[in-house]
């Protein structure tokens, strides 16, 4: 895992433009696909205000439950063309602004069937949770109720989708469909669960900074595209038993390898001059003893 993102880091680091490329087109693209459905509902909103129909009025309700679907079901497929697109970097494709927007509709039908699977997982047992909380909880009066329901909203959350973070990876990697994306993911889960987890949890903590000003710039250009790529490369040495040998990778390899030897050269030398320091000192002792 950790070789992972060290090879990971020196895709990025020897070849950044590539990367920062797919990831202005992901935020671009969610961007515009948030304010376009924001634009429908404004439209839908001012229609209603218009002819004088309440803002909780079921028309509004529905519209605003069918452009969350939509935004949801879009986003999806960007998130999905965003995993593919880094892929095609460590493969040493260019990606396109057009690549990226086709794959992203095209794909979106699979991406968004991943998410209504994992949300299914989610919202069970969040769901259970929030309905004994307002009708059994909620009346005991119990001291920091809120909190503790919270809390284990967000565990729960945070379990079921770093179960199913590998199918999404599978899904951009491996083109699987959703049926095989989710046997991807459980086999990814039976052969590494300490090493899966420390990288999910990195990738957690990147998401949460994109909410903390000026630090969220780094984390849309360097945090995302590094923890992104180093899920794809654990992912394939975990899935199909090595990493694809793709020209961004193998000189990422080559350079952490030629690295790790120069330690060791270094190591070495440092060694033998130890010891020919220690040489030295034995004659000069020697011949200290043989002149007395």
């Given at each position: 895992m950790f070789d992972s993102i060290q090879r990971a880091i020196s895709s990025?680091?020897?070849?950044?433009?590539?990367?920062?490329?797919?990831?202005?087109?992901?935020?671009?693209?969610?961007?515009?696909?948030?304010?376009?459905?924001?634009?429908?509902f404004l439209i839908g909103f001012f229609i209603a205000s218009v002819v004088k129909v309440p803002v909780d009025s079921p028309p509004l309700i529905a519209l605003a439950i069918i452009l969350a679907i939509l935004f949801f079901y879009f986003s999806s497929g960007v998130k999905g063309a965003a995993l593919n697109g880094y892929l095609?970097?460590?493969?040493?494709?260019?990606?396109?602004?057009?690549?990226?927007?086709?794959?992203?509709?095209?794909?979106?039908?699979?991406?968004?069937?991943?998410?209504?699977?994992?949300?299914?997982?989610?919202?069970?047992?969040?769901?259970?949770?929030?309905?004994?909380?307002?009708?059994?909880?909620?009346?005991?009066?119990?001291?920091?109720?809120?909190?503790?329901?919270?809390?284990?909203?967000?565990?729960?959350?945070?379990?079921?989708?770093?179960?199913?973070?590998?199918?999404?990876?599978?899904?951009?990697?491996?083109?699987?469909?959703?049926?095989?994306?989710?046997k991807n993911c459980f086999k990814f889960l039976k052969f590494t669960h300490v090493f899966a987890l420390i990288l999910y949890v990195a990738y957690a903590i990147v998401w949460l900074t994109q909410f903390v000003p000026v630090i969220n710039i780094i984390t849309f250009f360097v945090s995302f595209p590094i923890v992104y790529t180093a899920?794809?490369?654990?992912?394939?040495?975990?899935?199909?038993?090595?990493?694809?040998?793709?020209?961004?990778?193998?000189?990422?390899?080559?350079?952490?390898?030629?690295?790790?030897?120069?330690?060791?050269?270094?190591?070495e030398e440092k060694k033998e001059e130890k010891e020919e320091i220690k040489e030295k000192e034995r004659k000069e002792e020697k011949e200290e003893e043989d002149y007395s």
């Open positions: 990025y680091t020897s070849k950044p433009v590539p990367f920062v490329g797919v990831a202005f087109i992901h935020l671009a693209l969610q961007l515009l696909v948030l304010f376009a459905l924001l634009g429908v095609n970097v460590l493969n040493g494709d260019k990606v396109s602004f057009f690549d990226f927007y086709h794959y992203s509709l095209k794909k979106a039908p699979r991406f968004f069937g991943l998410f209504l699977v994992r949300s299914f997982f989610e919202l069970l047992p969040t769901g259970v949770l929030a309905a004994l909380y307002f009708f059994v909880i909620k009346n005991w009066n119990l001291p920091y109720a809120d909190a503790i329901v919270a809390f284990f909203s967000l565990l729960f959350t945070f379990i079921v989708h770093y179960v199913f973070y590998g199918a999404f990876v599978s899904a951009a990697v491996y083109d699987s469909g959703i049926k095989d994306s989710l899920m794809i490369l654990y992912f394939q040495k975990i899935i199909s038993g090595k990493v694809t040998a793709t020209p961004a990778v193998a000189a990422a390899s080559t350079k952490y390898k030629s690295k790790k030897r120069e330690k060791r050269k270094e190591k």
